[in-house]
């Protein structure tokens, strides 16, 4: 196998799927603005209380939009026995995940480049100069999110309730990923640099493990 | 023949399969001696262990929560080994043995989250609060629901149990980070008063340690007499199904009784 070839192959070709019907991503960025404006109904609507409830509807849209996304971007696969066909190609699985789970991280980074502004400002959620700290956790929960959220679509497609099992199964398992947004987020916000590199150790090493552990374990899944 | 295994692999197909049956043997003995030992537990728990002095009669609910709390996490690392077990070996009964851990370690967590509730009502003024040890057991429970649901919901005709085996091994791996990152929150959980390296079992005074101890080899007797009972159940409804199988195959159908096969 030459180096990263055929995950390489597989991203683009999710990427030309996705730019061909934007209307999907779409969707799903108007469903996360819609549970962003749920939560402004959870509290009252003083600053004080915005600021407090904003990292969590935040991250709470991403995690509800992200599950519907991968439920989405694994059924293509199942749709005209695609993924037959790339189990029959004479490639090893973990470059299949690799590519899927590529795909599936950008197009949560693009949804979340939506995201993020509209719910800092109507939150009004002040970083100052931290935004490019809080970049790179989003940018590190969100490859942990994918890897966890790509495999336990694969894992749920072999059930007959696939889009029911997919939260049941993936939201406990991301605990750690959403503590370390929200409270990274908010030590950044608090201006506690400690705090914050302990929550992003926790999410990088988060990343590692199930990022590895995922990939090896991919293809026991989608095997007939 | 040669009296020692050929290969690792024969020699766990023979040891799983005698450890088997000899448990299924001395089954009713299990059952029978964890009904004495529970009811012994239970005259230490209500007539000989003394009350506490500061929490009173609520305190009594130790004897239960404990042992259920670590059996929910023996388990599930039960769960764990045999799911390696199972996607190295491929033998039916690994399969079948983290299945039914699953489902005990489902009931003893929601026993743990239970009686823990029943105590906190009058020790906290709460039935609930989120602290670290209450929030990853919850998190715990529901892993271990999904897991079983993963098993119910299966397709006709996969091997589920691959892929369970999957989702148990990577369940059992995020549990200790879940902790963490769910221990720098805050915690109001007494701290542990037994498993304590410097000092182990320095902190109860002998008699409740005592009481702990009885209680806890009772409720690991249920546990393994439970786990006998139901690997027993769901390898015969299996031997049943291929029984099943087989018949219609020859197209004779089920034998009507006393009719030879």
Same mark, same amino acid.
């Given at each position: 196998?030459?180096?990263?070839?055929?995950?390489?192959?597989?991203?683009?070709?999710?990427?030309?799927?996705?730019?061909?019907?934007?209307?999907?991503?779409?969707?799903?960025?108007?469903?996360?603005?819609?549970?962003?404006? &749920?939560?402004?109904?959870?509290?009252?609507?003083?600053?004080?209380?915005?600021? !407090?409830?904003?990292?969590?509807?935040?991250?709470?849209? &991403?995690?509800?939009?992200?599950?519907?996304?991968?439920?989405?971007?694994?059924?293509?696969?199942? !749709?005209?026995?695609?993924?037959?066909? #790339?189990?029959?190609?004479?490639?090893?699985?973990?470059?299949?995940?690799?590519?899927?789970?590529?795909?599936?991280?950008?197009?949560?980074?693009?949804?979340?480049?939506?995201?993020?502004?509209?719910?800092?400002?109507?939150?009004?959620?002040?970083?100052?100069?931290?935004?490019?700290?809080?970049?790179? #956790?989003?940018?590190?929960?969100? &490859?942990?999110?994918? $890897?966890?959220?790509?495999?336990?679509? $694969?894992?749920?497609? !072999?059930?007959?309730?696939?889009?029911?099992?997919?939260?049941?199964?993936?939201?406990?398992?991301?605990?750690?990923?959403? !503590?370390?947004?929200?409270?990274?987020?908010?030590?950044?916000?608090?201006?506690?640099?400690?705090?914050?590199?302990?929550?992003?150790? #926790?999410?990088?090493?988060?990343?590692?493990?199930?990022?590895?552990?995922?990939?090896?374990?991919?293809?026991?899944? &989608?095997?007939? | 023949? +040669?009296?020692?295994?050929?290969?690792?692999?024969?020699?766990?197909?023979?040891?799983?399969?005698?450890?088997?049956?000899?448990?299924?043997?001395?089954?009713?003995?299990?059952?029978?001696?964890?009904?004495? %030992?529970?009811?012994?537990?239970?005259?230490?728990?209500?007539?000989?262990?003394?009350?506490?002095?500061?929490?009173?009669?609520?305190?009594?609910?130790?004897?239960? @929560?404990?042992?259920?709390?670590?059996?929910?996490?023996?388990?599930?690392?039960?769960?764990?080994?045999?799911?390696?077990?199972?996607?190295?070996?491929?033998?039916?009964?690994?399969?079948?043995?983290?299945?039914?851990?699953?489902?005990?370690?489902?009931?003893?967590?929601?026993?743990?989250?239970?009686?823990?509730?029943?105590?906190?009502?009058?020790?906290?003024?709460?039935?609930? %609060?989120?602290?670290?040890?209450?929030?990853?057991?919850?998190?715990?429970?529901?892993?271990?629901?999904?897991?079983?649901?993963?098993?119910?919901?299966?397709?006709?005709?996969?091997?589920?149990?691959?892929?369970?085996?999957?989702?148990?091994?990577?369940?059992?791996?995020?549990?200790?980070?879940?902790?963490?990152?769910?221990?720098?929150?805050? %915690?109001? @959980?007494?701290?542990?008063?037994?498993?304590?390296?410097?000092?182990?079992?320095?902190?109860?005074?002998?008699?409740?340690?005592? %009481?702990?101890?009885?209680?806890?080899?009772?409720?690991?007797?249920?546990?393994?007499?439970?786990?006998?009972? +139901?690997?027993?159940?769901?390898?015969?409804?299996?031997?049943?199904?291929?029984?099943?199988?087989?018949?219609?195959?020859?197209?004779?159908?089920?034998?009507?009784?006393?009719?030879?096969?």
């Amino acid at each position: 196998m030459s180096g990263l070839g055929p995950a390489v192959v597989i991203f683009a070709k999710d990427v030309r799927l996705e730019l061909r019907r934007v209307e999907s991503l779409a969707t799903m960025a108007v469903f996360a603005g819609l549970v962003v404006l &749920i939560f402004a109904f959870v509290g009252d609507p003083t600053p004080a209380e915005l600021a !407090r409830t904003g990292p969590g509807a935040l991250w709470a849209s &991403i995690l509800f939009a992200g599950a519907l996304g991968f439920e989405r971007w694994f059924a293509e696969e199942e !749709r005209n026995a695609a993924l037959d066909g #790339l189990l029959l190609a004479p490639v090893d699985r973990e470059f299949l995940f690799l590519g899927k789970w590529a795909g599936a991280t950008v197009f949560l980074l693009a949804l979340e480049a939506l995201l993020v502004p509209v719910a800092a400002t109507l939150y009004r959620l002040d970083l100052g100069g931290a935004w490019g700290a809080f970049a790179v #956790l989003l940018v590190v929960v969100t &490859i942990g999110y994918a $890897a966890l959220g790509t495999f336990f679509a $694969a894992v749920a497609a !072999r059930t007959t309730a696939s889009q029911l099992l997919l939260p049941v199964l993936l939201f406990p398992l991301s605990v750690p990923l959403l !503590r370390a947004g929200i409270e990274g987020g908010q030590a950044l916000a608090a201006g506690a640099g400690g705090d914050y590199r302990d929550w992003l150790g #926790l999410a990088l090493a988060f990343d590692v493990l199930f990022g590895t552990v995922c990939t090896m374990a991919f293809g026991t899944v &989608i095997e007939e | 023949m +040669r009296w020692f295994p050929r290969s690792w692999r024969q020699l766990w197909s023979t040891l799983d399969g005698r450890l088997y049956h000899f448990l299924v043997d001395v089954r009713p003995w299990i059952g029978w001696f964890a009904v004495g %030992t529970m009811v012994f537990t239970f005259g230490l728990v209500f007539w000989w262990v003394p009350l506490e002095a500061i929490q009173g009669y609520p305190q009594k609910i130790f004897y239960i @929560h404990v042992p259920s709390a670590w059996l929910a996490y023996a388990s599930f690392a039960f769960v764990f080994v045999a799911s390696i077990l199972y996607l190295w070996q491929r033998s039916r009964l690994w399969d079948i043995f983290a299945r039914c851990a699953a489902e005990i370690g489902f009931l003893f967590t929601t026993l743990t989250l239970v009686t823990g509730m029943l105590w906190g009502r009058p020790i906290w003024g709460a039935f609930w %609060t989120w602290d670290a040890r209450l929030t990853t057991t919850l998190i715990l429970w529901f892993i271990y629901g999904g897991y079983l649901l993963l098993r119910a919901f299966a397709r006709p005709g996969i091997d589920v149990g691959r892929i369970a085996a999957v989702v148990g091994i990577i369940g059992f791996l995020d549990v200790p980070i879940i902790h963490m990152s769910v221990l720098w929150w805050r %915690t109001l @959980h007494p701290a542990p008063v037994v498993m304590i390296l410097d000092d182990p079992g320095g902190g109860l005074p002998a008699s409740m340690l005592v %009481t702990l101890l009885v209680s806890l080899s009772s409720f690991t007797l249920v546990f393994v007499y439970l786990l006998i009972q +139901r690997v027993w159940q769901e390898r015969t409804a299996e031997n049943m199904d291929l029984l099943e199988t087989l018949l219609d195959r020859t197209g004779r159908g089920m034998p009507a009784k006393g009719e030879a096969l």
